[in-house]
């Protein structure tokens, strides 16, 4: 294959967004993500609806809001991950402009109770997240990154704990120990869901007074941005306006043909590993035979337990047997024949141990 037919120039394969807003209960974060479909939806002169999938009994609010700047938008309350596929795939066939996933902490919620209803599990044990992460990932976070289209989805905020050191005595014995203390805040989804996002935005509010009045500030933080255009800002009281740059950004890149992943990839089936394994046992064995042909299979003094430690320094470059067991068959058959060449010259010599320390440096000369 021709370099000119794996790769292609770098240019984008679409003007598509996807972003995220996390944040506690009241922060802001659905009236901001909210903002940000308008604008973008604006300046990329979209037209079709705009598709909300909604569990926070949100959408009806944002009727108004949506008749006001004539664009359309349909709902559906869910908080089935089935239904996001779903969606993926109305988005992916250009039937409508927007994804909003408001809220995706509840799919992901009842993703993992619907987990443990379906495995009687009354509590997830360490072995239980190993599954369903992977799981997420596959169903959730593969299908969100390869659906060409523009997304937003909200996530609930939760804080992030360590624990404090134990306190011990001069013995060592724990006498107090360390408590679990707030250490961050993140949004309730698996792992790096939100990271998978070009823009990954935190909102958060504080109750002042000002004037003699109570009022509300709400702040966003931008967490990621791809196009490191308004990367780690803070915003008050965000609009469209403090989003636009990325925008602006992703609509200047020039749009082209991108060379897409190989077909098949290099998965050994279970007969391959077989015969992999096979061979390393079998050129394992005929070492060993080796070394018992040539006497220093079962060396018995220690000067014949020293030369043959020697021996397989020299030979395998490790006197350690995982090392040794890590190498594939056809080094290990190398290997072999190396060993084979070396025991030829090695026991007509009277100098065995000054044979060795010299053997292969007439080679490498």
Same mark, same amino acid.
């Given at each position: 294959?021709?370099?000119?037919?794996?790769?292609?120039?770098?240019?984008?394969?679409?003007?598509?967004?996807?972003?995220?807003?996390?944040?506690?209960? /009241? +922060?802001?974060?659905?009236?901001?993500?909210?903002?940000?479909?308008?604008?973008? %939806?604006?300046?990329?002169?979209?037209?079709?609806?705009? #598709?909300?999938?909604?569990? @926070?009994?949100?959408?009806?609010?944002?009727?108004?809001?949506?008749?006001?700047?004539?664009?359309?938008?349909?709902?559906?309350?869910?908080?089935?991950? $089935?239904?996001?596929?779903?969606?993926?795939?109305? #988005?992916? +066939?250009?039937?409508?402009?927007?994804?909003?996933?408001?809220?995706?902490? $509840?799919?992901?919620?009842?993703?993992?109770?619907? %987990?443990?209803?379906?495995?009687?599990?009354?509590?997830?044990?360490?072995?239980?997240?190993?599954?369903?992460?992977? #799981?997420?990932?596959?169903?959730?976070?593969?299908?969100?990154?390869?659906?060409?289209?523009?997304?937003?989805?909200?996530?609930?905020?939760?804080?992030?704990? @360590?624990?404090?050191?134990?306190?011990?005595?001069?013995? /060592?014995?724990?006498?107090?120990?360390?408590?679990?203390?707030?250490?961050?805040?993140?949004?309730?989804?698996?792992?790096?869901?939100?990271?998978?996002?070009?823009?990954?935005?935190?909102?958060?509010?504080?109750?002042? %007074?000002?004037?003699? $009045?109570?009022?509300?500030?709400?702040?966003?933080?931008?967490? &990621?941005?791809?196009?490191?255009?308004?990367?780690?800002?803070?915003?008050?009281?965000?609009? !469209?306006?403090? !989003?636009?740059?990325?925008?602006?950004?992703?609509?200047?890149?020039?749009? /082209?043909?991108?060379?897409?992943?190989?077909? /098949?990839?290099?998965?050994?089936?279970?007969? @391959?590993?077989?015969?992999?394994?096979?061979?390393?046992?079998?050129?394992?064995?005929?070492?060993?035979?080796?070394?018992?042909?040539?006497?220093?299979?079962?060396?018995?003094?220690?000067?014949? &337990?020293?030369?043959?430690?020697?021996?397989?320094?020299?030979?395998?470059?490790?006197?350690?047997?995982?090392?040794?067991?890590?190498?594939?068959?056809?080094?290990?058959? %190398?290997?072999?024949?190396?060993?084979?060449?070396?025991?030829?010259?090695?026991?007509?010599?009277?100098? $065995?141990? @000054?044979?060795?320390?010299?053997?292969?440096?007439?080679?490498?000369?």
């Amino acid at each position: 294959m021709k370099l000119n037919e794996f790769a292609k120039s770098l240019t984008s394969k679409n003007h598509f967004i996807k972003a995220s807003f996390g944040g506690f209960q /009241g +922060s802001g974060k659905t009236r901001t993500a909210f903002e940000f479909i308008v604008g973008a %939806y604006k300046q990329m002169n979209l037209d079709k609806p705009v #598709l909300i999938l909604d569990n @926070e009994k949100g959408s009806r609010f944002l009727i108004p809001s949506f008749n006001k700047q004539k664009i359309e938008a349909i709902a559906k309350e869910t908080t089935s991950l $089935k239904d996001v596929q779903e969606a993926f795939k109305f #988005l992916q +066939s250009g039937e409508i402009s927007f994804l909003f996933i408001d809220s995706l902490t $509840k799919i992901y919620y009842r993703y993992i109770r619907d %987990y443990r209803e379906a495995n009687r599990k009354k509590f997830m044990s360490l072995q239980d997240w190993g599954k369903i992460l992977p #799981l997420w990932s596959e169903e959730f976070s593969e299908k969100f990154v390869q659906t060409e289209g523009n997304i937003v989805f909200t996530g609930r905020g939760g804080f992030e704990y @360590e624990k404090e050191e134990d306190t011990k005595d001069e013995n /060592g014995v724990v006498t107090e120990k360390g408590s679990f203390v707030k250490s961050g805040f993140k949004m309730k989804i698996a792992g790096e869901t939100p990271y998978e996002t070009d823009l990954n935005v935190w909102m958060s509010s504080d109750d002042i %007074y000002k004037d003699g $009045k109570p009022n509300k500030e709400i702040y966003a933080y931008v967490l &990621k941005d791809r196009s490191d255009s308004i990367n780690g800002k803070i915003f008050t009281f965000p609009t !469209f306006k403090h !989003f636009k740059p990325i925008i602006n950004f992703i609509q200047g890149l020039p749009i /082209g043909e991108v060379a897409e992943e190989s077909t /098949g990839n290099l998965i050994p089936t279970d007969k @391959e590993y077989y015969e992999r394994q096979l061979q390393k046992k079998i050129e394992t064995e005929k070492i060993e035979a080796v070394f018992e042909l040539n006497n220093l299979g079962s060396p018995r003094s220690a000067e014949e &337990k020293k030369l043959k430690t020697m021996i397989i320094q020299k030979i395998f470059g490790t006197t350690s047997k995982t090392e040794i067991e890590k190498l594939d068959g056809p080094k290990l058959n %190398y290997l072999r024949q190396e060993l084979e060449e070396f025991f030829t010259e090695y026991n007509s010599r009277e100098d $065995k141990v @000054e044979f060795i320390e010299s053997y292969g440096k007439d080679k490498a000369a």
